[in-house]
């Protein structure tokens, strides 16, 4: 049977002079419309529509993360629990986009770099609310937001806030577990400070999970997304030394040496310890 058969005999719609549609309801004209290479370079496509659909996927992972903040707050944690898998799987998707971008030859990139200015990943205000949010706090990331008073704010906030294991850990208190004092208030615009008394909170659910299951199965979930989000990391570092080597990023650092110091970045370091402490 004919594919025009099909959608005659299917019944499809197929005026839309009257009712919305799939490109109305998706708003494609904006983002399809929103490529705008500077650059001859054949290739400048890819490195646009790779760094656009990195951003729309750490819209969503705000989205879920600030509610699953939320929820962990409120003791709903089996709603955080979806959420916080559905964050992993996002992350999982964006380490594979690298094989995409590994594409990308050094002549190739070469020929569009002078069109890039200073502009970089570096000043990425998603990223920084989703490092803030899970707790990798840093008062100097927030100075390349301040000529955008609107986007100051959002990171400011994310900021100021406590970060996801700052939720977690509060509610290991709600629930008993010992959380010293000075993990449960403090000033959350300070980094995270690795403490003897969160680990032997932890190992408690850990050397009991049967009698701690959801607070274990969270210690699981927050290993999950730093297993992807450290994937993540590793993998823009070897995409960025195969296409640019050790030449300076556009954004002002060392490039790759600036990359492979924050692959040492531990975002939930008891969850790691407690595992060669158990
Ligand atoms: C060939 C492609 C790419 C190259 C050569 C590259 C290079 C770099 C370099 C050298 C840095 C360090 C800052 C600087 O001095 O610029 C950086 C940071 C960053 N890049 Fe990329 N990058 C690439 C693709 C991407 C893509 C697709 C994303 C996705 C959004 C991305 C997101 C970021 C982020 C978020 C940072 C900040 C990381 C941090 O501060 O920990 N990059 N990139």
């Known amino acids: 049977m004919s594919t025009e058969k099909i959608v005659h005999e299917e019944k499809a719609q197929l005026d839309f002079s009257a009712s919305m549609s799939y490109s109305d309801y998706l708003s494609l004209d904006s983002i399809l419309n929103a490529q705008h290479p500077r650059s001859p370079a054949h290739d400048e496509l890819l490195f646009i529509v790779q760094h656009q659909t990195s951003e729309l996927w750490m819209k969503l992972m705000l989205h879920e993360l600030r509610a699953a903040i939320r929820c962990i707050a409120d003791d709903e944690l089996a709603s955080a629990f979806k959420m916080l898998a559905r964050v992993s799987r996002i ?39 989703i490092e803030f949010a899970l707790g990798n706090k840093n008062a100097a990331m927030l100075k390349p937001h301040a000529h955008r008073p609107e986007l100051l704010a959002e990171v400011e906030a994310a900021w100021r806030s406590p970060s996801l294991y700052d939720e977690a850990l509060r509610l290991l208190a709600r629930r008993g577990l010992d959380i010293p004092a000075d993990h449960l208030e403090r000033d959350w615009t300070r980094p995270y400070e690795v403490s003897e008394g969160v680990e032997q909170a932890w190992l408690v659910a850990y050397r009991d999970p049967k009698n701690h299951w959801d607070i274990y199965q969270l210690g699981e979930e927050l290993t999950d997304l730093e297993d992807a989000f450290r994937l993540w990391r590793f993998r823009h570092v070897t995409t960025v030394e195969r296409v640019i080597g050790f030449k300076r990023g556009t954004g002002g650092t060392g490039g790759v040496s600036y990359l492979r110091k924050m692959l040492d970045v531990v975002l939930f370091p008891e969850i790691w310890k407690l595992r060669t402490d158990l």
Do not use: I, K, N
């Open 91 to 129: 992350m999982e998707q964006l380490v594979h986009a690298w094989d995409v971008l590994a594409t990308m030859t050094p002549p190739e990139y070469s020929a569009m770099r002078p069109y890039l200015g200073s502009s970089s990943g570096f000043q990425s205000w998603q990223y920084r609310c």
